[in-house]
């Protein structure tokens, strides 16, 4: 069966210091990956999805970069973070029929 | 107007009772809807897809109304456990891309 794994579970950040998330999928081949993020109270946003090995969409323009290196891996990324990157992050991959499975999420903190 | 809306809530009920969410689309070409249910600070889950026949799970029945470009999900015999966040998934064009909505808020008060 297919899994879904994302780490770290909670994150707390200085202004101005770098991110990392990852993001890996097991089971499966060649899955559509995402990006989302859910500021408190406030619903999903798609920030990033990628069908294939370095293959990035982004729908948000931000201070965010997303990477496939791998075909079950997906990494979030900035370079300096922003109080207003605090969320509720979360990966997810997609079947053909366009069900979402989503990864534990990480709770990012920007302080 | 947005792509997918939903009545916030919080919708309070006692256990036992039925329930019943709405949420409207505004692409008339979407072809998949989905609800979803997520708990407090967690992730969200698949409860289950809409068909335009609509369907039955258990407790839970999700029906479609493209005229009035809608779908809805009711619960009967609310228990405890139903208590969640239900978020409503429209397909919202683009290549396997869909739009949540922005989430129901049930809490089943004993």
């Known amino acids: 069966s297919q899994t879904i794994h994302q780490w770290p579970a909670t994150l707390v950040q200085p202004v101005g210091s770098p991110l990392s998330l990852e993001c890996t999928v097991e089971?499966?081949?060649?899955?559509?990956l995402y990006w989302y993020r859910q500021a408190a109270g406030r619903g999903l946003q798609l920030l990033f999805y990628?069908?294939?090995?370095?293959?990035i969409s982004s729908e948000v323009p931000q201070n965010l970069s997303a990477s496939r290196p791998q075909d079950r891996q997906f990494i979030l990324s900035s370079k300096k973070l922003l109080l207003s990157d605090s969320g509720f992050y979360l990966c997810?991959?997609?079947?053909?029929?366009?069900?979402?499975?989503f990864g534990s999420g990480t709770r990012l903190t920007v302080v | 107007r947005k792509e997918v809306e939903q009545d916030p809530g919080p919708f309070n009920v006692p256990e036992g009772a039925t329930v019943a969410f709405n949420c409207t689309y505004s692409?008339?070409?979407?072809?998949?809807f989905f609800w979803y249910r997520q708990d407090c600070r967690k992730e969200p889950k698949l409860l289950m897809s809409?068909?335009?026949s609509g369907n039955e799970d258990g407790r839970f029945t999700a029906q479609l109304n493209r005229a009035s470009q809608y779908i809805s999900l009711l619960i009967r015999d609310s228990k405890l456990s139903d208590s969640a966040t239900y978020l409503c998934?429209?397909?919202?064009?683009?290549?396997?891309?869909?739009?949540f909505g922005t989430g129901t808020k049930l809490q089943v008060i004993p």
């Open positions: 990628s069908v294939g090995i370095g293959q």
């Open positions: 809409v068909y335009s």
């Open positions: 089971g499966t081949s060649n899955p559509n």
């Open positions: 692409n008339s070409a979407s072809q998949s």
């Open positions: 997810a991959w997609s079947s053909e029929l366009l069900r979402y499975t």
């Open positions: 998934v429209v397909n919202s064009g683009g290549y396997q891309k869909v739009t």
